[in-house]
């Protein structure tokens, strides 16, 4: 038995097969979930920023312990960190009213508080009864406020009335001015 199909419709079904085959492969290949974007669980999600932001610590005897400024903050939710644009921190220390002042270009204050780290052109100076003022210059510090204490493996450079010296590494105790270079110690002092 010989089926006498019109050439027409056997090419007609021959092609609508094919269309059904092409758009099931272009469903598999490209799938309605792909359009949708993917979460990446790795990345940073701010909960909140501030805009010039300035926040006031106080110590356990209701004193001014630091003032922060900073022109954005963003706080991440992942770690609770914060990070600063612009950060400027003025750290009182004990009973002297001479506080340190601290700058950089970038800072990070982790969740508790309890370190900062500070980024690009970190600026450390203090101005001292009947002294020059001491400035400190280093690329990178981490501050631990609650210690009282800073500390880079950087280069640092510090400037004192007609002195300048250079190290590689530092570490600075914020309550008695002590200050400790770890390595490649330069100094040059000009006299008058």
Do not use: C
Not at 140 to 156: G, I, S
């Amino acid at each position: 038995m010989k089926l006498n199909v019109p050439r027409y419709l056997l090419t007609g079904l021959l092609v609508a097969i094919g269309v059904i085959l092409a758009l099931s492969m272009g469903y598999w290949n490209i799938r309605p979930a792909s359009f949708t974007p993917a979460t990446d669980s790795s990345s940073t999600r701010p909960d909140f920023y501030i805009d010039n932001a300035r926040i006031q610590a106080l110590s356990k005897e209701g004193k001014t312990a630091y003032e922060l400024t900073s022109t954005h903050a963003v706080h991440q939710v992942e770690d609770g960190s914060t990070h600063l644009e612009q950060p400027k921190l003025v750290f009182y220390r004990g009973e002297d009213p001479k506080p340190w002042l601290l700058e950089a270009d970038e800072g990070l204050v982790t969740e508790n508080g309890d370190r900062v780290d500070l980024k690009a052109n970190v600026l450390l100076q203090q101005q001292l009864t009947n002294q020059p003022t001491r400035r400190l210059s280093t690329s990178a510090l981490t501050l631990f406020p609650a210690r009282d204490y800073a500390e880079t493996d950087q280069d640092v450079k510090i400037e004192a009335a007609r002195s300048v010296t250079t190290a590689t590494g530092m570490q600075l105790f914020l309550n008695d001015g002590r200050l400790k270079l770890l390595s490649t110690v330069r100094g040059q002092h000009e006299v008058r």
